[in-house]
């Protein structure tokens, strides 16, 4: 098993949609947890850190389920300008001993 | 304020050539990050330092590759001899903290190895 798993996708949806995505995780000692969007050809960029309590950010809320080990990013009334590839990236262990795993990617297409 | 800044945004020599790609972390960030992307394996951590001190070159490839960070706003990350199969995009990326703060990427460099 991967340590970090996405659905590849593609997600296809319309505009205006409510869509939303997974990311697994194996070590359950995880502790830090991102969504970065990436466009194409270009370089990902932070979409929002993942709290333990839940998290929104006006469309977009993530949340974290740790009995299941898995973060979701859930997105509402979509837009074409989401339209990208939504890395996760987790992070476990502490000090020098930490480790980033980040996720393939789910790739987004929103469509008029 | 500027971001991270990588250079060359793109590379293109032959195979035995001796790469060399540079990034400027952003002003004040102590945690600098290299990363290898291509479609079949995604982002990959290759190394990453703390204060200019490398911590982690376990994603390094393999000995052609290697990184340094003379000071905290130069690094560098060369590949010789370089190879077909080295062909990506190398991202840099800075961050303040490591595991509680957003890493920032500079724009990649492209590189092809032909």
């Known amino acids: 098993r991967k340590e970090v798993e996405q659905d590849p996708g593609p997600f296809n949806v319309p505009e205006g949609a409510t869509v939303a995505f997974n990311c697994t995780y194996s070590?359950?000692?995880?502790?830090?947890f991102f969504w970065y969007r990436q466009d194409c050809r270009k370089e990902p960029k932070l979409l929002m850190s993942?709290?333990?309590?839940?998290n929104e950010d006006g469309r977009f809320t993530a949340q974290l389920n740790r009995a299941s080990q898995y973060i979701s990013l859930l997105i509402r009334d979509s837009k074409l300008s989401d339209s990208a590839t939504y890395l996760c990236?987790?992070?476990?262990?502490?000090?020098?001993?930490?480790?980033?795993?980040w996720g393939l990617g789910t790739s987004l297409a929103v469509n008029p | 304020d500027a971001g991270v800044i990588q250079s060359p945004r793109h590379e293109v020599t032959e195979m035995g050539q001796e790469v060399t790609l540079r990034c400027k972390p952003i002003s004040g960030h102590d945690y600098l990050f290299w990363y290898r992307q291509t479609m079949m394996r995604g982002l990959e951590l290759l190394i990453y330092f703390n204060n200019n001190v490398p911590i982690d070159d376990s994603g390094m490839p393999e000995d052609r590759f290697s990184a340094k960070m003379p000071n905290a706003s130069f690094s560098t990350l060369k590949i010789q001899p370089s190879e077909p199969r080295d062909s990506a995009v190398y991202f840099c990326a800075s961050s303040f903290k490591y595991s509680n703060q957003p890493q920032h990427f500079g724009d990649g460099t492209r590189l092809s190895i032909l």
């Open positions: 990236v987790v992070i476990s262990g502490a000090g020098n001993n930490r480790k980033l795993i």
């Open positions: 070590n359950s000692a995880s502790q830090s």
């Open positions: 993942v709290y333990s309590s839940g």
